[in-house]
């Protein structure tokens, strides 16, 4: 209860303006395509130079909370993930949008955030001991067997067929292999210098999200030149909190799988919205659903999405290992300060350590409230004629794609991934899978490499990989994530492509 | 085109005045733009950003340097970026990471090599240590070598990747102690390497000794030798690995500094190699530095050069039989 004696320094007069601060510039930050939490974080460290360590750490969190947030912003009403975090989102949250709910989707999104959020938080505040343990149990071999279980899901996520996810898969998986391989260095495809460094994520994400929908806006344009206003629908808040109540089952499983997932070094954050949203579709009643504009599908996404925050800053604050590049930011952050985080920053400097977590749990309260706030103005985007709208998107994607590392390079990938997926969707592929693929890849493999190198030199490959509870217990879930996948196939016929299902859907 | 370029501005220069010397004396007249090879967040970012948060003061350049990341491949993106795609007019400055580009450029497959860049001055020196967990049975490197004799290759032991301090480090141990061992590079870089050594995925490590100080000062790991010539003020009762009968010099430090493309105006390199080893030995930057246990060595322009030249020597050889 110690955490509850610091609640007062959140509330000074300026720790409270640089919360405010923060929880703003995260939202906009995380509302701009191509700025992640991590480069948003990252931007924000000079500015702390002059501040208190405490302070310092309070304007940090709080935009590390909204910036994951506010990527929600984009997803939803551009089909343009700010992070790999919000993947997911875009699913059924633009769809929504498109139906004219952009509204009521944002709203949902922020009401989840918050309630994930703070699920997190109070984990991190409760649990650290605990959850500190369980970070560390995952070595190379069940990190393996993590990204293969996500392998598994690749499948039934957002396609029209189970071959024709795990085709997009695949290209994702080989789109992953280019670059100078992570651990011996070797040279995998590098057939122009912009892609020497690999397919960074998130302007592949930009390109194979937003451009095909840019292709699709402007062909559009040219048939029908009487632009199609789109109504949007009003939303009261009231109606939103009631919805994410009523979909209980969802928001448990978002924040639930964000929570675990979020603790594991190196892999929560980009993946944690996405598993939310397939074992939420696996579990619900209404599955076919999914991919129409469904409101369980943005409560999982969203509400996993930050309730990783508070879990992935455990390694960090513990043992002074920085688990996600977000954290490793922060942790320049506090280095510049003289502090270093595991037991000293509880002993020594419990009045930083605590300010900065309480202000993480403020932060996500301010950061609903104002989300909420603009989710009914930023709704009316959908009004924008789809002509005006490509070009703001293809604009945004551009200054997006180039900022990530100030390089035209990525801007070449996102244009050429962009026009691949235009053709690919034509064919009922999906974008979610490749990126799923793109994202898993390096994971498996290295893990994979490391793994092997270290079974070699003590006991063999088949008693490190196979043996152990955890070894064991992931093996399982695969087997039986595989056979889900298989029986669903043939329980139901999927429809050709995704608008087939959507056109269906809008029939019934 | 660059030629060209250079061409037109020294005309230029020519016509619009004979006021300065050398063309050079009011450089920088615009802010000065940093490459840094590594993501946001890691130790060489956070030290660029700190060694150059005094660039805009008067006694300093007087111009703020900015900081763009180029990371990927281990350094390699950045640096093929800086040697073959960045103008060489002053304006574009590099941090460099020895031995990590030298042993890169000697192992092949990269457009740099040491002649592609020119050194300005050095700011920080991070040796790489040998550390264990807690929990391990290993007191001293004399403990891990017999366990290592005792069972050739089985000894597992991480570092943050290939051609780096840390598998100079390792391959240095190998070859003074005479014994096979398994190094396990971790795509994580150090924070990945130091985390599996704290869960036990590994024996032991090389690892940063600003990373691994903070690591024991947090009861997560033992410190058993330092890759160093000398003792190091973080960690004054940890031996070197020379005393404790190993023949290793400092071939594997982390030795961070700042360069610019090859093509400067000899002018520019001049003034900058008489300007920022003094902007490093700043009191506020040396006060936050120590803060963050960033141990900082600053050398000036002809203290790199020759320590680039032996680095070289030193990397040709011991990377020659791999």
């Known amino acids: 209860m110690e955490f509850l004696l610091y609640f007062g320094d959140v509330f000074t007069p300026v720790n409270f303006g640089l919360l405010l601060i923060g929880t703003i510039g995260g939202l906009i930050l995380g509302a701009t395509p191509g700025l992640s939490p991590t480069m948003a974080v990252a931007l924000l460290i000079p500015f702390t130079f002059k501040l208190e360590a405490a302070q310092g750490l309070i304007l940090l969190g709080a935009a590390y909370t909204s910036t994951v947030a506010g990527g929600a912003v984009s997803a939803i009403l551009l089909k343009i993930p700010g992070a790999p975090a919000n993947i997911a989102t875009t699913l059924d949250g633009h769809t929504m949008a498109q139906k004219g709910e952009g509204a009521k989707a944002l709203q949902l999104s922020f009401i989840s955030s918050a309630i994930g959020g703070v699920f997190g938080v109070m984990l991190l505040i409760f649990l650290t001991p605990v959850l500190a343990k369980w970070a560390l149990a995952f070595g190379p071999s069940h990190l393996f067997w993590l990204a293969i279980l996500g392998v598994t899901i690749i499948g039934s996520l957002d396609s029209s067929s189970v071959v024709k996810g795990l085709l997009s898969g695949c290209i994702g998986l080989w789109l992953a292999t280019i670059g100078f391989d992570d651990i011996m260095g070797a040279q995998r495809f590098i057939f122009h210098p912009a892609v020497s460094g690999g397919i960074n994520v998130i302007p592949a994400l930009i390109g194979l999200f937003a451009i095909p929908q840019v292709i699709t806006m402007f062909a559009k344009g040219r048939n029908d030149t009487s632009a199609e206003v789109i109504e949007v629908k009003k939303q009261p808040v009231m109606d939103s909190i009631r919805e994410v109540i009523k979909r209980k089952r969802a928001l448990g499983i978002g924040t639930a799988i964000g929570s675990v997932i979020g603790l594991i070094p190196g892999v929560g954050g980009q993946i944690a919205g996405l598993v939310a949203y397939d074992q939420a579709k696996k579990f619900s009643p209404e599955r076919d659903k999914f991919g129409t504009g469904h409101s369980e599908g943005v409560i999982a996404a969203e509400a996993a999405n930050n309730a990783m925050v508070g879990p992935s800053l455990v390694p960090l604050l513990t043992l002074s290992i920085p688990g996600s590049p977000t954290a490793a930011v922060l942790l320049g952050g506090l280095l510049i300060h003289g502090i270093f985080p595991g037991s000293d920053l509880f002993d020594n400097h419990p009045d930083v350590a605590w300010t900065f977590i309480n202000s993480m749990l403020i932060g996500q309260i301010l950061m609903c409230i104002f989300g909420l706030y603009v989710a009914g103005l930023a709704a009316s985007v959908a009004r924008v004629p789809h002509s005006v709208m490509a070009a703001v998107v293809l604009g945004l994607a551009l200054f997006g794609s180039y900022s990530v590392q100030n390089s035209m390079g990525d801007v070449y990938v996102m244009a050429s991934l962009g026009i691949g997926m235009y053709f690919l969707e034509r064919f009922g592929f999906s974008a979610a899978p490749l990126v799923l693929g793109l994202i898993l890849g390096p994971i498996a493999e290295a893990n994979f490499v490391q793994g092997s190198m270290i079974a070699n030199a003590t006991n063999g490959l088949g008693p490190y990989f196979m043996t152990g509870t955890l070894n064991l217990t992931l093996i399982a879930v695969v087997i039986a994530s595989i056979v889900y996948s298989i029986w669903m196939e043939l329980r139901q016929a999927r429809y050709t492509t995704k608008d087939d299902a959507v056109h269906k859907e809008e029939a019934l | ?322």
């Open chain 2, 1 to 322: 085109m660059k030629n060209l370029f250079a061409g037109a501005a020294i005309a230029l220069m020519g016509l619009t005045g004979t006021a300065y010397a050398d063309g050079h004396a009011n450089y920088p007249e615009r802010p000065v733009m940093m490459m840094v090879s590594y993501g946001a967040g890691g130790a060489t970012d956070f030290q660029a950003r700190i060694v150059t948060m005094t660039a805009g003061n008067e006694d300093a350049l007087g111009m703020p340097i900015a900081i763009i990341n180029k990371p990927g491949a281990g350094g390699r993106v950045g640096w093929n970026w800086l040697a073959t795609q960045a103008e060489a007019d002053g304006y574009t400055l590099g941090a460099y990471n020895v031995p990590h580009f030298i042993a890169q450029s000697i192992k092949g497959g990269v457009e740099y090599s040491a002649d592609s860049f020119e050194p300005i001055a050095n700011w920080g020196a991070d040796p790489a240590v040998f550390v264990v967990g807690a929990d391990s049975e290993m007191n001293s490197m004399t403990d891990v070598v017999d366990f290592a004799k005792a069972n050739p290759g089985k000894l597992t032991f991480s570092g943050a990747g290939l051609f780096v301090g840390h598998h100079i480090a390792a391959l240095q141990l190998e070859k003074a102690a005479g014994v096979k061992m398994a190094y396990i590079p971790s795509n994580a870089g150090g924070a990945g390497a130091m985390k599996s050594v704290i869960a036990g995925e590994v024996m032991g490590g090389v690892n940063n000794l600003s990373d691994a100080f903070r690591a024991a000062a947090a009861g997560n790991v033992k410190i058993l030798g330092v890759f160093d010539l000398e003792r190091n003020e973080f960690l004054p009762d940890v031996p070197t690995l020379k005393e404790q009968g190993f023949d290793i010099d400092n071939a594997s430090v982390n030795f961070r500094g700042v360069m610019v493309p090859k093509g400067t105006p000899q002018g520019i390199i001049d003034k900058l190699a008489a300007s920022v080893p003094a902007m490093f030995e700043n009191g506020r930057v040396a006060g936050k530095m120590k803060a963050g246990g960033s141990p900082m060595h600053v050398m000036n322009r002809e203290e790199v050069l020759e320590m680039w030249a032996a680095r070289e020597a030193t990397l040709k050889e011991l990377l020659a039989g791999l």
